[in-house]
């Protein structure tokens, strides 16, 4: 999901022209990593990059956020934390949530985060 993500940002904000099929076969190598992973297959052939995290451009905030779920308590928790371009912390939340499902969780999350920096 983050890959899609990330490369519909560098189309929209800096005119990144990634193929569709090069953005999907990375999906697919990182789910096949994923996979072999969660099944104990460590694999010497991993997907890498660095990843390095940047400031937003002047006058605009970043948003990272996390959803997260504890499916044996069937609980989950909404948190983000939003920088300036001076890389300063605007603000930062962890809020739980009783009774929750992990897709709802994680879509909580993108619907309060971006509601708290649109304020």
């Excluded at 072999?36 to 660095?50: L, T």
């Excluded at 929750?100 to 879509?107: I, N, P, R, Y």
């Amino acid at each position: 999901m983050w890959e899609i993500w990330r490369a519909r940002n560098g189309r929209a904000f800096r005119g990144d022209r990634r193929s569709t099929t090069v953005v999907a076969r990375l999906v697919v190598q990182l789910a096949e990593e994923y996979m072999r992973e969660a099944r104990g297959e460590c694999s010497q052939n991993r997907v890498s990059r660095k990843a390095r995290w940047e400031p937003p451009q002047a006058g605009w905030l970043k948003l990272n956020l996390d959803g997260a779920y504890d499916e044996k308590e069937y609980q989950g928790s909404v948190d983000y934390i939003i920088h300036n371009e001076k890389r300063r912390v605007v603000k930062v939340v962890a809020e739980p949530m009783n009774k929750v499902s992990l897709s709802f969780s994680e879509a909580s999350v993108i619907v309060v985060g971006l509601c708290a920096a649109h304020r």
